[in-house]
């Protein structure tokens, strides 16, 4: 199962990237990772996998946070949903990144809606309520979000939350990344391997070592505000360009 994870997780990246053929996404790849000396390219790479890290713990603490009220065999099943949807919607939003990052105005909003994820992951690492906490996942007892009082209810809010989740994750790796498109695609890849498989792990680790979210959370918020200003001043695919 592994190995079919991360191989779905390469041919997505691969897809997304848009970039021709395997030999000349290979050649992207070797070409930036050759270059890591460079200030500019390793800082790419390390907001990259801060935000794959942190991004795919909250997503386990969120989803454990909303079925932590459900009856035990119940919230094994929504966590399990959770985890797969997400694993799945990192995978599809990877193979239409290109697409995604072409579209007038969505870089912007990507921003945006990664200031959400900040304020919400700030509210986390504080504190800020409580959940009675799922067996599976250490951490969402702290998570300041209410469990659902029913299957259904926590399924559908569990899906919005990863669909939320997953986009942000791959619009935040294509943003920080989009110079470096062999980094792109090798932080692509991380990001639908480390939710497929370790983002319980990561979400304990999160919860242990608090200045990680700290960090992280300080990634996200420079590459949400870099992507707000790059999103309105594009030339080309900027929200300016629709009042100029």
Do not use: C
Not at 12 to 31: E, F, K, M
Not at 62 to 68: K, T
Not at 114 to 132: D, N, Q, Y
Not at 139 to 157: I, P, T, V
């Amino acid at each position: 199962m592994i190995i079919d994870f991360l191989s779905a997780a390469a041919s997505a990246a691969t897809a997304a990237s848009g970039l021709g053929s395997p030999a000349d996404i290979w050649g992207h790849i070797v070409n930036d990772f050759s270059n890591l000396g460079d200030p500019v390219a390793l800082a790419a790479f390390g907001q990259v996998l801060m935000i794959d890290l942190v991004l795919a713990g909250d997503n386990a603490i969120v989803v454990g946070a909303l079925a932590a009220g459900l009856p035990a065999d119940q919230r094994r099943k929504v966590i399990l949903i959770g985890i797969g949807a997400a694993l799945l919607l990192r995978i599809f939003f990877a193979l239409i990144v290109t697409w995604l990052m072409g579209v007038v105005g969505l870089i912007f909003a990507g921003g945006l809606l990664l200031l959400w994820v900040s304020w919400k992951f700030w509210r986390e690492i504080h504190h800020g309520g409580e959940s009675p906490g799922s067996e599976e996942v250490l951490g969402d007892e702290h998570s300041g979000l209410k469990s659902a009082r029913s299957f259904a209810g926590a399924a559908w809010a569990v899906a919005l939350a990863d669909v939320s989740m997953s986009l942000d994750n791959v619009l935040a790796v294509a943003g920080a990344a989009k110079d470096h498109p062999g980094i792109m695609i090798v932080g692509l890849i991380v990001a639908v391997a480390l939710m497929g498989l370790a983002a319980n792990y990561i979400a304990r680790i999160i919860e242990r070592h608090r200045w990680i979210a700290y960090v992280g959370l300080a990634v996200i918020v420079f590459v949400a505000g870099k992507m707000i200003y790059e999103g309105w001043v594009d030339p080309v695919l900027g929200v300016g360009t629709l009042f100029g």
